[in-house]
């Protein structure tokens, strides 16, 4: 394994929210991170709480997190060590409810 990826892995497992995005939870860099910051935020999660990773400030991380995942896209989610998707994703999940139970809230 790569030292990027031992470095991804070591963030997956360490973080019970993880969110790779472009830009930070309080400045998204791009229309989907900002999107997938609001889902959480709509799903009951305090954004405090959520360990960000601005892939716009380590190409390495940038381009291993695809390998990763095998997910072409950013934002990336993973809560408990799992991947969830990116910001589609995510809102489908919050739109039936399964991503407020995979991240055990309640509504906002």
Wanted: hydrophobic share 40%; glycine share 10%; net charge negative.
């Amino acid at each position: 394994m790569s030292d990027t990826q031992q470095r991804i892995a070591d963030l997956v497992k360490s973080n019970d929210i993880l969110l790779f995005m472009k830009g930070s939870a309080s400045f998204p860099m791009c229309g989907f991170s900002g999107r997938a910051i609001q889902v959480l935020k709509a799903c009951g999660v305090d954004p405090k709480n959520v360990k960000t990773v601005n892939v716009l400030d380590d190409d390495a991380i940038r381009q291993g997190i695809k390998e990763y995942s095998n997910w072409p896209t950013i934002p990336q989610l993973y809560v408990k060590g799992e991947f969830v998707g990116g910001s589609d994703i995510m809102m489908e999940m919050y739109e039936s409810g399964e991503l407020r139970q995979l991240l055990g809230t309640t509504a906002a």
